[in-house]
């Protein structure tokens, strides 16, 4: 499966903004969807992931502003960031992980475990 994220762009603290993640090649219901992002200077690191059957976890930090969802008819997982803070600036990564079951309510939160990735969309919060 091929990923495009998109949706980035520079906007001021308290704003929002929504990421789209567009797959082709094959159906993102297969997958685990999951968000990740990598400040300048720092390692990449999870912001948020949602199952094949629609549930979804965040990182402590976005948890009440950011919101992911997926439209499995458009091949298509969102995030919504809503409230956004300059410490949120990054490039935001949508992956995909494979071989999960529909009922998986685990937490895919390592990198290591997603097998395809989108090139990033750069959001930048200016305060």
């Known amino acids: 499966v091929q990923l495009q994220a998109s949706g980035g762009g520079l906007v001021q603290a308290g704003d929002s903004l929504r990421l789209s993640c567009a797959a082709s090649?094959?159906?993102?219901?297969?997958?685990?969807v999951g968000w990740f992002r990598q400040a300048p200077g720092k390692e990449r690191e999870f912001v948020s992931g949602?199952?094949?059957?629609?549930?979804?976890y965040y990182t402590d930090s976005v948890k009440g502003r950011f919101t992911v969802s997926r439209d499995n008819a458009k091949n298509t997982a969102y995030l919504q960031m809503i409230n956004l803070k300059p410490e949120d600036t990054a490039v935001y990564y949508c992956a995909a992980k494979s071989g999960t079951i529909l009922s998986s309510t685990l937490y895919y939160t390592d990198i290591r475990q997603y097998d395809y990735w989108g090139q990033g969309t750069l959001v930048t919060v200016s305060s």
């Open positions: 949602i199952n094949r059957g629609g549930s979804t």
């Open positions: 090649g094959r159906t993102l219901s297969m997958y685990a």
